[in-house]
């Protein structure tokens, strides 16, 4: 299992990554109300120049979203060393997202049910990301309260199979309850396609990159 988080080659390291320590940056990229004009959340994506801990990336993230606004909504990697004994979080539960991989969650499905029960009584919520029809099963058993939607699915919108597939998630997501992300939204075709399946909450380079400070 590996934590989400991106890993540069050194010839990639971008400039705001310091090449002295390999420190891990953390950036933030929006989550999008739509309908109503307004961000919604933050993904925190975390870059590093060299391997770090799991259980340290995510660490980085949530001081790092403290330290941009403690009352927002983040999304933060789940990191698998902190799985059964989730480490103090600098933010309270109600402020955070743990992004589960749906790949993950394939993987071994019985764990991470123990995983969710763990953590929802305390107040934590889940994301599941990579969304697309094998997840059909699991999102029923699984449960988050917010469903990402595959990039490839969202890209090829206009495909009438993956059109097919994001209408039964928007199904799926009415049912539970679970808000529903379209991620991977570079172009205003692909906002408009999304816009006619009935999906509110959307992110993507369109509405803004990755950036060292929220938005």
Known sequence: MTCQHTLFAPDETPAFLSPADGSPV????????????????????????????????????????AAQNPDGLYLIPLSPTAIDDPPGTVLPPANLIFDVGESDLMADPRRWLKIRDNLRTRGFSFALSGAGPESFPNLHDFAPEYIRIDKRLVRSIDRPDCGATVSKLVRLAEDSGAHLIATGVDRRRMLENLWLLGIQFMQGDLFGHPSPRVI
């Open 26 to 65: 953390v950036l933030f990229q929006p989550v999008l109300d739509t309908f109503a004009h307004r961000v919604l959340a933050h993904e925190c994506v975390v870059r590093t120049a060299e391997p770090v801990e799991p259980a340290r990336v995510q660490m980085c993230a949530m001081r790092s979203a």
